[in-house]
């Protein structure tokens, strides 16, 4: 009897004491490294995108650009000796001898320098977009990198916290099966041990994970071009690996919630108008304009181009003294545009072609938004419902069974292979639940990607919100 009762009280112990985990995860953190949030990462990997620094460097190009397109050629400046005598080369033998300076300026057709300008001022209008899309991308990449390592991160701390439980287990069999009174038999022993030794191999799998995830959202998070903005903002000279994640799952809001949580299929007319003020879009639409200026450039051919010309010819005296007047000039050209089947005719057709084509994209990329959308949407929805089925019912069943096989197996009623399941079980189910919380979070971020009007849309919160409602009014 004695040895019964000092069999027991460990399992009672062990019972409360795995409430207790179960309940608390650890939470250790390295002191040695920096907790980043999902905030922080965001911001610096936006600041140190090269991409971004190349698109503005583009942008400052094309500007400069559109400033030389909408000024006039420069003048022409001729000089020339004219109608010397060629048996002595003397300057005053003939009255047609001169010395000739002319000036000439050609000026363009139609409002073809305007034009110009505007095409290119329209075209350099699309990288402000084109930049803030890319910050938004960034925004997404980067926050599924570090879900990914807060996903690894969280499962690796559940999974030691039930470690030590099962090696709690396996002391208490090996207590049981050397005690008289037990029923515990070998192959319990032999079980708790395999099930310790996949913990181990589970636990090193997600180590894995999570330091590829680490090393990938470190290749976002190092500075352009040398240094590393991280190490320097946080005051850590070490590599910018040397992080921890941060342990609080985010909630991001959702930018469109009535969309997002409509039961009903929003109507396809209705959605475009949805995707209007995403960046990229914009970006597209500015191209369109550019497009239609290079329909009115095209135009412009028909006009015929003009140029004005003067010259000023110097003449020598006679021979005997007798003055010659010097001679000035001024004279207009211009070409006519009268054979415009096989040139102008063309020109306008294929700036016209180029322009409905900009247009087909426009709409490609709204239609894979409302596609991207719809399939995003559909599966957010099956994550709140399995999200709630976990919360409501799956783990506090896996909870109670876990308990009531344990309390069978104290209490010498139970299976010592059905308390390992159970916990397994247990444990499976907080990982699957962490699982759908996180995936949930990265589809939110998918979506508000899909409706965002600026990249800090993507982590939508309270200002940004305040924001959309102040545009609303």
């Known amino acids: ?64 650009m559109s400033l030389a397109a909408g000024t006039l050629p420069d003048p022409k400046v001729s000089l020339g000796l004219a109608n010397i005598a060629t048996d002595t080369f003397d300057f005053n033998q003939e009255a047609m001898t001169q010395f000739k300076i002319g000036v000439s300026q050609m000026f363009p057709r139609g409002d073809s320098l305007a034009i110009k300008k505007e095409l290119l001022q329209l075209k350099a209008s699309q990288f402000p977009y084109l930049r803030e899309d890319r ?23 559940l999974i030691e916290n039930d470690r030590a439980l099962f ?22 022993i032999v079980r708790a041990q395999l099930e310790l030794t996949r913990l181990d191999d589970r636990l090193t799998m997600l180590k894995q994970k999570q330091e590829a995830s680490q090393r990938l959202l470190s290749e976002w998070l190092s500075e352009y071009p040398e240094s590393n903005r991280l190490n320097h903002m946080m005051g850590n000279t070490k590599e910018s690996s040397s992080f921890s994640i941060a342990r609080e799952l985010p909630n991001v809001v959702m930018v469109e919630q009535a969309l997002f949580t409509s039961g009903t299929k929003v109507s396809p007319q209705k959605l475009p108008r949805y995707f209007s003020s995403h960046p990229a879009v914009k970006a597209l639409d500015r191209k369109i304009e550019a497009s239609n200026s290079g329909v009115k450039l095209a135009k412009q051919k028909y006009k015929p181009e003009w140029g004005i010309n003067a010259g000023y010819g110097f003449r020598d005296d006679t021979a005997m003294n007798v003055d010659r007047s010097d001679l000035f000039s001024i004279g207009v050209t211009f070409d006519i545009p009268i054979f415009t089947s096989n040139r102008q005719d063309k020109q306008v057709q294929s700036a016209i072609s180029e322009s409905s084509a900009v247009k087909t994209e426009k709409w490609l990329l709204i239609r894979k938004l409302i596609a991207s959308f719809e399939a995003e949407r559909a599966q957010l929805r099956r994550l709140n419902q399995r999200q709630k089925l976990y919360q409501d019912q799956l783990l506090p069943q896996m909870h109670d069974q876990a308990e009531a096989s344990l309390t069978a197996y104290t209490n010498d009623d139970g299976d010592f292979a ?56």
Do not use: C
């Open 1 to 64: 009897m004695p040895n019964v009762i000092k069999f027991k009280y460990p399992l009672v112990f062990l019972s409360i004491f795995s409430s207790m985990v179960l309940a608390q995860p650890l939470r250790i953190i390295d002191n040695s490294h920096h907790v980043l949030t999902l905030e922080t990462a965001i911001a610096t990997a936006q600041t140190n995108d090269p991409w971004l620094v190349g698109n503005k460097h583009s942008q400052d190009a094309i500007e400069s």
């Open 167 to 188: 090696e709690q287990l396996v002391d208490v069999a090996q207590a049981s099966y050397s005690s008289t009174m037990g029923k515990t038999r070998q192959q319990d």
């Open 135 to 157: 910050k938004a991308q960034v925004a997404v990449i980067t926050a599924k990198l570090w879900f990914a390592a807060y996903k690894a991160q969280e499962s690796i701390s």
């Open 418 to 473: 059905e308390v390992v399941r159970s916990r397994i079980a247990e444990l499976n189910a907080a990982i699957d639940a962490l699982s759908i919380n996180v995936e949930r979070q990265k589809s939110i971020i998918q979506l508000n990607y899909y409706f965002t009007k600026s990249a800090d849309d993507v982590i939508f919160n309270d200002s940004q919100i305040d924001r959309r409602l102040g545009e609303k009014k």
